[in-house]
């Protein structure tokens, strides 16, 4: 949005009637750019980043499909929202400009009032985006200065040679419960440019089996008060053998620890929860998550999607959600399985 805070519309049609014409419906309202092709159109994008593209479909030489999968496979415009407009009254074409990433579709002969209130309803949620973006940030930067606290003063007192070993413990414990509300910190934004289709990946080496062991020793204290066990398998033994692999170490033990959370909640007592990792025939990394109990049918089918949950007060429905989202970006998928008394959550991982 411009300083004079007015949002930035960008037309792109190949005939100066329509340009003319929809410039008059938004002129008073935005700060509005044209373009009579594509080429010039992702220039001035590539300068001076619209809030909105309204793009024309049929173009001589590069037509309106192939500039919006080059905004959308661009990070650094990926976000701007695409409304074609065309005087198509075409299934398949609405179709494919929906899997590009168009956000609408505006017919032409062209209604004025539907144009505004179109173009209005796409910045709104635009806007939207970005106030919850600012207000993750500043939640971040808040959030840390008190977590390094809970950071350093466990690292300090485990300078003091006095201390018993169980002492040492409950400290290591602290400590490591301080660096995990960081990562989860630092993780919302991250997730919320996965939605979008925004993230950039970066794997590094690292050890599936030893997040796994770090997360289960998250939960041992609220697994043991439960009367639950908590078993960690990797290629069938329990030895403390390593599982490499590559991947963001941060992103997979958010994923196990909301699936084993979710497994844990779900456990009845006495009952074990059982995380399993080896590797899959054609390469890569499975991993499964087991408990005793049973899913709802009604969210069985829904059960890896957005605010999904039964019978729980305080759940929101975001665990699975955002376990797909992670296995999703490095290439692989999730998937659940329930029957007989068990449920079997499986994260399939690529070589």
Same mark, same amino acid.
């Given at each position: ?10 037309? +792109?049609?190949? =005939? ?17 750019? =044209? ?9 001035? +994008? ?24 080059? $905004? ?8 701007? #929202? ?5 005087? $198509?009254?075409?299934?398949?074409? *609405?179709?494919?400009? /929906? ?7 505006? =017919?032409?002969?062209?209604? #004025? ?26 939640? @971040?930067?808040?959030?840390?200065? #008190? ?8 690292? $300090? ?5 006095? /201390? =018993? ?25 991250? /997730? ?10 970066? #794997?590094?080496? %690292? ?13 041992? *204290?609220?697994?043991? %008060? @439960? ?9 069938? @033994? ?11 170490? /941060?992103?997979?033990?958010? %994923? $196990? ?12 007592? @006495?009952?074990? +929860?059982? +995380? ?76």
């Amino acid at each position: 949005m411009s300083a004079q805070g007015r949002a930035g519309i960008l037309i +792109v049609d190949d =005939t100066p009637f329509n340009i003319e014409l929809l410039e008059g419906f938004l002129c008073q309202i935005y700060n509005v750019d =044209t373009a009579t092709c594509g080429e010039k159109a992702l220039d001035i +994008v590539g300068t001076s980043p619209p809030d909105l593209v309204l793009l024309d479909v049929i173009m001589p030489g590069m037509d309106g499909f192939e500039v919006c999968r080059r $905004l959308k496979a661009d990070e650094r415009t990926a976000d701007i #929202p695409v409304i074609f407009i065309t005087a $198509l009254d075409d299934v398949a074409a *609405e179709t494919r400009g /929906l899997e590009l990433g168009a956000i609408d579709f505006i =017919t032409k002969p062209f209604n #004025p009032a539907v144009v505004r209130a179109r173009v209005a309803n796409h910045i709104a949620l635009r806007e939207a985006a970005r106030l919850r973006e600012d207000v993750e940030r500043i939640m @971040r930067h808040d959030l840390k200065s #008190p977590l390094t606290t809970v950071l350093s003063l466990p690292q $300090l007192m485990l300078m003091d040679g006095n /201390l =018993t070993p169980p002492q040492r413990d409950m400290l290591q414990r602290i400590e490591d419960a301080g660096y995990t509300l960081l990562a989860m910190t630092n993780l919302s934004t991250t /997730l919320f440019r996965m939605e979008r289709g925004a993230y950039e990946l970066r #794997p590094e080496k %690292m050890d599936l089996a030893a997040v796994a062991r770090k997360v289960l020793t998250g939960f041992a *204290e609220t697994a043991e %008060m @439960r009367g639950i066990g908590l078993r960690l398998l990797v290629d069938g @033994r329990d030895d403390g053998r390593p599982f490499p692999w590559m991947g963001e170490e /941060l992103l997979c033990h958010s %994923m $196990l620890a909301n699936l084993v959370g979710n497994a844990l909640d779900a456990s009845p007592r @006495r009952a074990d +929860v059982l +995380v399993s990792i080896g590797a899959r025939p054609e390469g890569g990394a499975r991993i499964d998550i087991v408990n005793r109990g049973d899913v709802a049918p009604e969210l069985q089918g829904r059960f890896f999607e957005k605010y999904a949950t039964v019978g729980k007060a305080r759940g929101t429905g975001l665990g699975t959600y955002s376990a797909r989202l992670i296995a999703r970006a490095h290439g692989g998928d999730i998937e659940m399985k329930c029957g007989a008394g068990t449920v079997e959550v499986s994260v399939f991982l690529p070589a």
